[in-house]
């Protein structure tokens, strides 16, 4: 089966510093997602980028997507203690239905 | 508000008892999914439903069984569950793009 892939698997930063995740995927997308996951609980969503985009800005959050290399990150600015979580970015494949693929995700820890 | 009710939250059983795990939501969405999740493999999904009555595999429906009866409630059934069905499943419901998700029942087959 398909599947995004998140890289790093885990990462720990300083409060202050900047946090840069990476997503591949394989199909063709018309959009992709990225959402947020507190330990064990469900997801959240953070923000969507449409495939004519190449990047996006929400709060301290900047999504950027290059659909030439099947791939998008996040990078979050001045990380606080509280963005540590999981991200997940989440595409949805066309072919042959609607399946919705999550990458395995980021595990962020920030540092206070 | 708008929300995604999962039930039980916690659930411990033996293999081969069935059990349903309950999903709803109130925002009328057309869209509605079970996942799982397991450490090292992110969210896999298990079924799907574009709509009343109309139900897709996921990724990994075997053992699996879902039904849509109504729009609100999208229940997940397990047959004869085994150990390897050990995990945390989500319910999540859209109606375009963004997806809410219910807060995951932690499921436990013994």
């Known amino acids: 089966s398909q599947q995004g892939e998140e890289d790093p698997q885990a990462l720990s930063i300083q409060e202050g510093e900047n946090a840069t995740m990476n997503c591949s995927y394989k199909?063709?997308?018309?959009?992709l997602q990225w959402y947020r996951q507190n330990s064990g609980r469900g997801l959240v969503h953070l923000i969507l980028i449409r495939s004519n985009e190449r990047e996006k800005h929400s709060g301290r959050l900047r999504v950027t997507l290059d659909t030439s290399k099947k791939s998008s990150s996040l990078l979050i600015t001045a990380s606080r203690a509280a963005d540590t979580a999981s991200y997940f970015c989440a595409t949805v494949d066309y072919t042959g239905g609607f399946k919705t693929i999550f990458g395995a995700g980021t595990r962020l820890f920030v540092k206070a | 508000e708008a929300q995604v009710t999962q039930n039980p939250r916690y659930l411990i059983t033996v293999t081969g008892k069935k059990l349903t795990v309950t999903c709803s939501q109130n925002?009328?969405?057309?869209?509605m999914s079970w996942y799982r999740q397991d450490p090292g493999l992110g969210l896999r999904q298990i079924y799907y439903s574009m709509n009343v009555e109309v139900t897709d595999k996921g990724d990994v429906p075997e053992g699996y069984k879902v039904s849509r009866k109504e729009k609100r409630n999208f229940p997940l059934i397990l047959e004869s569950p085994s150990p390897n069905q050990t995990s945390l499943y989500f319910c999540a419901s859209k109606q375009n793009t963004e997806a809410f998700f219910g807060q995951g029942t932690r499921l436990t087959v013994v």
């Open positions: 925002m009328n969405h057309e869209y």
């Open positions: 199909t063709s997308i018309n959009n």
